[in-house]
C-alpha cells in the first residue's frame, strides 16, 4: 500500500469515502494524472504540474479539495472558496457525497489541466 492509499485509509468515515470517490473521479477525468504524497496529503500532479491536494483542515468538518491555481478558476466558479487567505489556492469544501456535483468538478478539473497546459510556470504567482 502506498503513502497515499495508507493516508485515506486512516481517515474516518465519511473523509474516508469522499476522498476515495474524488481520487476516482480525478483519474477517470484525466487518465495522465501523477498521485504523490506531498506535504503529509494526497497532492495530484498534471504534466509535471500541481493540479490539486486532498486535505482535512483541524478544526472542520470537511474534505478540502484544494486547486493549487484555483485563483484563476474562481471567476468562473464561485464555489471555490479562499480559506485562511490563500494567495493562489483556492479549494472546495465537501462535506458530503450526496452534496457532491461530480459534473461540476469534472468540468472544474479539465478548466484547472488547460489552465496548467497554457502556463509556462508551476505556479503562477
Known sequence: ??????????????????????RSVVFKTLPTVKENYKYKVPYYTYN?????????L???????VAFVQGILLEEKYPLLKNNN???QVRSLQVKSLEDFDELLFVQLIKD?????DNSRRAWVI
Open 48 to 56: 509535471n504540474k500541481a493540479l490539486v491536494y486532498l486535505n482535512i
Open 112 to 116: 484547472a489541466a488547460i489552465l496548467l
Open 58 to 64: 483541524k478544526g472542520t468538518n470537511y474534505v478540502d
Open 85 to 87: 487567505k490563500r494567495k
Open 1 to 22: 500500500m502506498n503513502p497515499t492509499e495508507q493516508y485515506i485509509k486512516n481517515k474516518k468515515e465519511p473523509y474516508q469515502s469522499i476522498m476515495l470517490y474524488v
